[in-house]
């Protein structure tokens, strides 16, 4: 095979990686990455990415998390060679997009965040087609494999335009891997898919994970990140604002609340009550204390002494959703400075 021969069984299947070819620490590494869109007639130009640095582990499901216009989808179509980057280096299991572009678009299979699948072939055709245009030869295809890990194998025969919004997403990903990259790339994959499908999909990418490929996927949806990735960056204004194993984004925060409803509203916070300094808002009080102090035998104890009469108690973790607000608000502080554009509104939860 000529040196430059895209890898078609790359290293991270059973087989490659027992011929003794050594597998890369970071299955997609980039670094000072930049791109600038450039203005037309009336359009201005565009820094849809500054300075991107990030190392993504082989084998790590990781997540990159930001709002609307955060740059998400430039990065990932960067990596995919479908937008050219202005600034930076990027590498794919190993291999530079400049330099070694036939193996790095080898070892990388998008699925893009817009839909676009011919509606007259059936999800078998597609895939061959795909395969063919990777030069997979006939006796290495694994069509029927590949549409059976997605549930799509009773759909094989279908016209693509019969299949229900979250079948075509999966049918995407399943085009995405007719070349069993190593690495996968998910622009969104279950945006206006629901709770069912999306739980499903998300059964899945784990599945492929488990397998042993590497998974990037952008998302809107916390909870998404949180339930999923193993580690996740945070992408605002098109710099990396957080890149953390969840876990430690998750206690980044170290806070808790507890909410207390009382049975009669109080017009100011009682005495006994003051060196906690709640939040009174009616028959409200919310205490905000560090995890690690756990003050909250204090805060009981108290609450009895002042008197009040309590309806109710109840206490809420701090959640990604408060990291995600904490640090894009700070960032949107520092860039309001700079002159950079506000992206839209941050994200909402209500959206999952
Ligand atoms: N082809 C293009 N020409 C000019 N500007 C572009 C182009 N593509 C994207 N942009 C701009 O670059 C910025 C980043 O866009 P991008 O699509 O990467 O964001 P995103 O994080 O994927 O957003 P979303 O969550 O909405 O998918 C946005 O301001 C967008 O308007
Ligand atoms: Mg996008």
Redesign the pocket.
């Known amino acids: 095979m000529p040196k430059d021969q895209p890898q078609l069984m790359p290293a991270a299947h059973p087989a490659a990686a027992a011929s003794g070819e050594s597998l890369p620490v970071n299955a997609v590494e980039v670094s000072g990455l930049g791109k600038v869109?450039k203005g037309s007639g009336r359009?201005a130009a565009?820094r849809?990415l500054d300075d991107v640095g990030l190392e993504i582990p082989r084998g790590s499901l990781f997540g990159l998390l930001?709002?609307?216009?955060?740059?998400?989808?430039?990065?990932i179509n960067i990596l995919a060679g479908l937008v050219t980057k202005t600034e930076g280096t990027a590498k794919i299991w190993g291999y530079d997009i400049d330099r070694q572009t036939r193996q790095a678009r080898a070892a990388i299979g998008v699925v893009p965040?817009e839909l676009n699948i011919d509606p007259f072939f059936t999800p078998r055709e597609l895939l061959e087609l795909q395969a063919g245009l990777y030069g997979v030869p006939p006796r290495e295809r694994k069509t029927m494999e590949i549409l059976d890990i997605l549930g799509l194998a009773d759909k094989a025969e279908a016209y693509t335009r019969t299949l229900s919004g979250g079948m075509r997403r999966r049918l995407m990903v399943a085009k995405a891997m007719v070349h069993n990259p190593p690495v996968l790339v998910l622009?969104?994959p279950t945006a206006g898919v629901d709770i069912e499908l999306r739980q499903q999909l998300w059964g899945r990418v784990r599945d492929l994970n488990a397998l042993g490929t590497t998974i990037l996927l952008?998302t809107?949806y916390l909870e998404e990140a949180e339930e999923l990735c193993d580690e996740i960056a945070i992408?605002n204004h098109?710099r990396v604002i957080a890149c953390e194993p969840t876990p430690t984004l998750l206690r980044r925060l170290d806070s808790k609340e507890l909410q207390v409803h009382l049975c009669q509203p109080l017009e100011r916070v009682p005495e006994a009550l003051q060196p906690f300094e709640p939040e009174l808002s009616g028959d409200h009080l919310v205490f905000r204390y560090r995890t690690s102090q756990s003050p909250v035998a204090d805060i009981l104890d108290a609450l009895s002494r002042s008197g009040v009469r309590v309806q109710d108690i109840r206490t809420e973790e701090a959640d990604l959703e408060d990291i995600f607000l904490q640090l894009t608000r700070g960032a949107h502080r520092q860039s309001m400075g700079a002159g950079v554009t506000p992206?839209d509104a941050p994200l909402d939860k209500a959206r999952a």
Do not use: V
Not at 66 to 75: D, M
């Open positions: 869109y359009t565009k849809a930001g709002p609307n216009g955060a740059g998400k989808s430039t990065l965040q622009d969104e952008t809107h992408i098109g992206s």
